[in-house]
């Protein structure tokens, strides 16, 4: 599976953005995807997640009520609204997906098999 992110940019405090995971994968509506981001010197956190029937979604607990993960399983996309957008929200963002990842794994990147190459967003203050 080959996913593609796009989205990031350069953006002030406030903004908002849309971040973009996409896939040729006709089977990509049974996979669950997830967000993760890095910010240089730091490990990779988890930032959201939508099961593959969509009817799940979880998010990191800093970034709840900012950030909204949905999919659309006709486009084979999923996406990621960061609204409200801070300093610290600075960071490369990563999509992943997994056919296997149980619901308790959902958080830890080494369970997603597949990444997309990462889209910089960039907040400046």
């Known amino acids: 599976v080959q996913l593609q992110a796009s989205g990031g940019g350069l953006v002030q405090a406030g903004d908002s953005l849309r971040l973009s995971c996409a896939t040729s994968?006709?089977?990509?509506?049974?996979?669950?995807v997830a967000w993760f981001r890095q910010a240089p010197g730091k490990e990779r956190e988890f930032v959201a997640a939508?099961?593959?029937?969509?009817?799940?979604?979880h998010y990191a607990d800093s970034l709840k009520g900012r950030f909204t993960v949905s999919r659309d399983n006709t486009e084979n996309t999923v996406y990621l609204q960061m609204n409200s957008l801070k300093s610290d929200d600075t960071a490369v963002y990563y999509c992943?997906?997994?056919?296997?990842?149980?619901?308790?794994?959902?958080?830890?990147?080494?369970?997603?098999?597949?990444w997309g190459q990462g889209t910089q967003v960039t907040v400046s203050s």
């Open positions: 992943a997906a997994s056919a296997t990842v149980i619901l308790s794994n959902l958080r830890v990147p080494s369970a997603y098999g597949f």
């Open positions: 994968e006709r089977t990509f509506r049974g996979y669950s």
């Open positions: 939508i099961r593959w029937n969509a009817r799940n979604t």
